[in-house]
């Protein structure tokens, strides 16, 4: 069984600093990971994915994620946050081919000027 | 139109109510899900169709009915529903099930049950 943990239900960041959020994933299967974000009155918007190509996977928005398999995790960064990061993130788990994704509870990021 | 999208984008409804949401995507899918957001909790997953066939159902009460009439459109009826319901529907379509396919969302439906 897979499963999602998203460390903190909402992170706050002054813009232009580092934005860090926080995943682990628990699968039996070499697993798929995904980033999404939700934008106010909107639906998910894929930020990035992971599918054992690389390690470090870049997406858009200057957003990045790395995959540690001997940490379970796929931790989300951005280098200098900007206004319109504010937002709430998902990260999501599908392991291996078969199976559905399964989301974190979601974490929101709050910039200020 | 393109992407996925869903109508109404909000419904207010009594518990004695008949209603649907409806769901269209121009992508080409095969794959097409309902997952319910409440807050604080994560993405509730409540039905697949693939190529049309229901392949799963989250153990849905009966109130929520779903119909994939083909592969670019998906409904949810909606009857006798109970306050707890109230959330955000959210419809989305990937090519394929499982692996690396990724979900395209529509932006909700906002259900409130009075």
């Known amino acids: 069984a897979q499963s999602v943990t998203q460390l903190g239900s909402h992170v706050s960041v002054s813009e232009g600093a580092l934005v860090l959020l926080r995943c682990n994933y628990s699968?039996?299967?070499?697993?798929?990971l995904f980033w999404y974000v939700q934008y106010p009155n909107q639906g998910l918007q894929l930020l990035l994915k992971?599918?054992?190509?690389?390690?470090l996977v870049k997406g858009i928005n200057g957003f990045e994620a790395e995959f540690k398999k001997s940490e379970t995790s796929f931790h989300l960064t951005k280098p200098s946050a900007h206004m319109s990061d504010a937002a709430e993130y998902f990260c999501?788990?599908?392991?291996?081919?078969?199976?559905?994704?399964?989301f974190g509870k979601g974490t929101k990021l709050s910039v200020k000027p | 139109e393109t992407g996925v999208t869903q109508t109404p984008r909000h419904l207010v409804m009594g518990m004695t109510n008949k209603k649907s949401l409806k769901c269209e995507q121009h992508?080409?899918?095969?794959?097409m899900y309902w997952y319910k957001q409440s807050a604080k909790k994560p993405l509730e997953l409540m039905f697949v169709y693939n190529f049309k066939e229901q392949t799963e159902n989250n153990s849905v009460p009966s109130r929520f009915s779903p119909e994939c009439p083909n592969s670019s459109h998906l409904f949810l009826h909606l009857h006798t529903l109970q306050p707890e319901d109230s959330a955000l529907y959210l419809c989305?379509?990937?090519?394929?099930?499982?692996?690396?396919?990724?979900?395209?969302f529509g932006a909700g439906s906002r259900l409130t049950v009075l």
């Open positions: 992508l080409g899918h095969n794959a």
């Open positions: 989305a379509s990937s090519q394929d099930q499982g692996g690396a396919n990724v979900l395209t």
């Open positions: 999501a788990v599908r392991g291996g081919s078969q199976g559905n994704l399964i």
């Open positions: 992971y599918t054992s190509a690389a390690t």
């Open positions: 699968s039996s299967v070499p697993p798929y």
